[in-house]
């Protein structure tokens, strides 16, 4: 069974910098795509990066060039988040799916079937 599991998370004032991480295993497939999805208190789940098959990247446009996704060899996720904002607070998970799944879009929760636990991230003011 695929197996997501997210660290790097924690308290860090405005304009700071945070790395998530997601280890990932289980996979049988040679290609998942992959991505970052946040979740704040009261808020609905919503996609933050995900990798392609071709391993574009896809961003929410709240954090167009303040995130990078990327993947190792090993498949393991990750997010490097800078001049974080407090609108940024929530609990960040880890999502994986086959690529080949035909209603898949980068930044919809419900294309991905594998989730991890989440890591809370809090930027204060």
């Known amino acids: 069974q695929v197996q997501l599991v997210e660290s790097g998370g924690g308290s860090v004032q405005a304009g700071g910098s945070l790395r998530l991480s997601c280890a990932a295993s289980?996979?049988?497939?040679?290609?998942?795509?992959m991505g970052w999805f946040r979740q704040a208190s009261g808020k609905e789940r919503e996609g933050v990066a995900a990798l392609d098959s071709d391993g574009s990247t896809s961003y929410a446009d709240s954090v167009k060039g303040r995130f990078t996704i990327s993947q190792d060899d090993a498949k393991n996720l990750y997010l490097q988040m800078n001049s974080l904002k407090p609108e940024d607070t929530a609990t960040y998970y880890c999502a994986a799916e086959p690529c080949h799944a035909l209603l898949w879009t980068a930044l919809w929760p419900s294309s991905y079937t594998y989730w991890g636990q989440g890591t809370q991230v809090t930027v204060s003011s």
């Open positions: 289980g996979f049988t497939y040679s290609k998942y795509c």
